[in-house]
């Protein structure tokens, strides 16, 4: 339906189309023996997506399905529809070792091969995913098997500052509001994403921080109608990031 709507109902467009399917880990099955009357772990869900991504014809309802139930369907061939799954995968980390079997006991053999523990998901395979919960006919349907390798300092400094509705770029237009030029140093976004890879929180955790440091200013600067600009130093975060993450400790 969504993708039928981003076509603008154009039927033939939609059959070349793209369908991303976040969180495809959740549906993986939690157990080997499911249970016959309650499927709560989710693999009824892969068992239905698997006519889907094989191709078939699908009756689509334009305007969402429920509300409308007596609307007129349209039929879609989901054959040439390129299907891509994604997920975190909490945990594959110990298939993957389990399989390569990095914790070998006796003798080592002159033809070990060298792992790199600390990047394990550039080994996965899709016997991996089988171990994880996802069943084989599902992972036949999709053949390429990659990962993504964790955001490093100049990717988040990029998230940070280059997109058109980038966090900086947010507060900036939120201060210019109350006639407030904010100013950010170079040295304050470096701290940000310092404390953004220490809580290892991905570029979500850049939106935590900055809430953190600019709390006190989106408050009090708007009344104080002699300040016209605020500039955002190293100094001032250090001192904000101090005070906040004392507070959490004094509470915990």
């Known amino acids: ?11 033939e467009q939609v059959k070349k189309g793209i ?9 993986a099955r939690k157990s080997d023996n499911p249970s016959i009357t309650r499927d709560v772990s989710g693999e009824g869900v892969q068992q239905a997506m698997l006519k889907l991504l094989e191709g078939t014809i699908v ?3 334009p305007q969402g399905g429920r509300k409308h139930p007596d609307q007129k369907m ?22 993957i070792t389990r399989r390569l079997n990095t914790r070998s006991i006796g003798f080592r053999s002159d033809h ?11 080994y996965i395979s899709p016997q991996d995913l089988k ?12 053949p390429v098997v990659s990962f993504l390798t964790p955001l490093d300092r100049n990717a988040l400094k990029k998230i940070l500052v280059e997109p058109k509705n980038s966090l900086i770029k947010q507060y900036r237009k939120l201060f210019d509001m109350e006639g407030i030029t904010l100013i950010f140093d170079k040295n304050a976004l470096d701290i940000i994403v310092d404390k953004a890879m ?19 200013a989106m408050f009090e600067l708007p009344s104080d109608l002699n300040k016209k600009e ?17 507070t959490k400790l004094k509470v915990a």
């Open 1 to 11: 339906t969504r993708l039928l709507q981003a076509a603008d109902y154009n039927v």
């Open 19 to 27: 369908v991303f399917i976040d969180e495809i880990d959740k549906v």
């Open 59 to 61: 009756n689509v309802p």
């Open 74 to 95: 349209i039929a879609i061939d989901t054959k040439d529809i390129l299907f891509i799954g994604g997920g975190a995968f909490d945990g594959i980390e110990q298939h």
């Open 112 to 122: 070990e091969i060298v792992i790199d523990t600390q990047n394990l998901l550039s």
């Open 131 to 142: 171990s994880f919960g996802l069943i084989p006919e599902l992972i036949g349907r999709m």
């Open 198 to 216: 220490e809580f290892k929180l991905g570029a979500r955790g850049l939106r935590t921080i900055l809430e953190d440091i600019m709390l006190d």
């Open 230 to 246: 605020l500039k955002i130093t190293s100094t001032y975060v250090k001192k904000q990031l101090s005070k906040t993450i004392s």
